[in-house]
């Protein structure tokens, strides 16, 4: 089966997510509107109905009939397929609960540059990007990125859940990666605390297939659209 | 078997969304929190770790060994326990993504009297309050809102999900009840054009097993330290 990927075609966004877990999954996808039929077309025309359980907002994955929304649904559903989960209960709720955790993290990282609202341009909004992201820097990026760490540290120290890599740890490897590019100042004074993050961080992007990954044109760079934008104003050290 | 739910003992907050589902399926439970040796203390305990898988937040549901958080996770494994979501796995994932959709609502409505920072009391932050409310009421609020009114719509009029009650229409009367609160003007536009949502609220009010729970003291009042608040000078019509 070939997995289908519907995500905005420009951006890592949260799609991301899932393409990380694709790729160390070596599953066959495609990235729909990445693709010659694609475009964004694509992606709207998913959000106005399949069937009659459209979803709110992409990315959605379709799994031979199933369509499936949010990011973490998404992972949940891949995770104990793809060997990138435990295939127990008690495994799968917790490693979907770290999941939750980094999607909370994740809108409090994009509402640093829209704390007002996702309709209104940055520049629209830059005063009140100032002074949350002050309050993002200084408490909720430590508090976050500390609780991943601990949870690192009470399971040995290298993978978040269980004895082997798990679809969170790749959401880690992203989320560290994308903070550095967006906060490099800051991060660099932060990741003096979350040395177990830093290294899973650079553990992942030396797998052979997220290295091949990083290295294709499949990896969309970081840019000023998505989650994660370098705004030098907002990086405070 | 009892279950036991940790979450702040003095509001509604994220917590309700779980009483509402153990509330309706008549389950035998514990709000820990608010029992004689609960308190605060208890929910701390719950934070500080549970063996190697510490939350980073309540709410966090034991259900024999198993502890869960975050109330979409915890939603999703009490539905199919208790006939408040469908067992077949399109169903659950469906139902999950919807949850997950006000999830994302219900942290908005949160942002609408705490846009720049948790730590900061709403009197810091009132003026980002006021320009965030004001594109909340205008722009995500009616969207989020139409969402699932079209949901309900295309699903024959009465339930979210499938031909019975599942916990996201105990989730929608929810948040429909606390807007309500919070916006009283706003919402009795916004309620013109989601009928739909507006007589789901209605029939799960009038369900015997909620009618009872909320004229007990178990229920929680609304009040200003929950998610849904009402500042007279946030709501405009």
């Known amino acids: 089966m070939t997995y289908e990927l519907y995500y905005w075609p420009s951006i890592q966004g949260r799609g991301e997510f899932i393409r990380l877990v694709l790729e160390e999954a070596g599953a066959k996808y495609e990235d729909v509107a990445r693709g010659e039929k694609g475009g964004r077309d694509s992606v709207s025309r998913i959000l106005d109905g399949v069937g009659n359980t459209p979803p709110f907002a992409p990315p959605v994955l379709k799994a031979g009939n199933l369509y499936i929304s949010h990011a973490a649904n998404i992972l949940?559903?891949?995770?104990?397929?793809h060997k990138l989960a435990p295939k127990a209960e008690a495994g799968r709720l917790w490693a979907h609960g770290l999941q939750l955790t980094m999607t909370d993290f994740i809108k409090e990282v994009h509402d640093t540059h829209h704390p007002v609202a996702t309709s209104l341009y940055y520049e629209d909004q830059k005063k009140e990007a100032l002074r949350y992201t002050g309050?993002?820097?200084?408490?909720?990026?430590?508090?976050?990125?500390?609780?991943?760490?601990?949870?690192?540290?009470?399971?040995?120290?290298?993978?978040?859940?269980?004895?082997?890599?798990?679809?969170?740890?790749?959401?880690?490897?992203?989320?560290?990666?994308g903070l550095r590019y967006a906060f490099p100042k800051a991060m660099k004074k932060i990741e003096k605390d979350i040395p177990l993050s830093v290294a899973l961080r650079d553990a992942v992007e030396?797998?052979?297939?997220?290295?091949?990954?990083?290295?294709?044109?499949?990896?969309?760079?970081?840019?000023?659209?998505?989650?994660?934008?370098?705004?030098?104003e907002l990086d405070k050290k």
């Open 76 to 81: 949940m559903f891949l995770g104990p397929r």
């Open 206 to 232: 030396k797998r052979p297939r997220i290295a091949a990954y990083l290295a294709s044109p499949r990896r969309i760079a970081f840019n000023e659209y998505g989650i994660f934008r370098r705004y030098p």
């Open 135 to 177: 309050e993002f820097l200084k408490s909720r990026a430590p508090k976050y990125l500390g609780y991943f760490e601990d949870i690192l540290k009470r399971n040995g120290g290298k993978y978040l859940v269980g004895r082997s890599l798990s679809y969170p740890d790749l959401s880690l490897f992203q989320i560290v990666t």
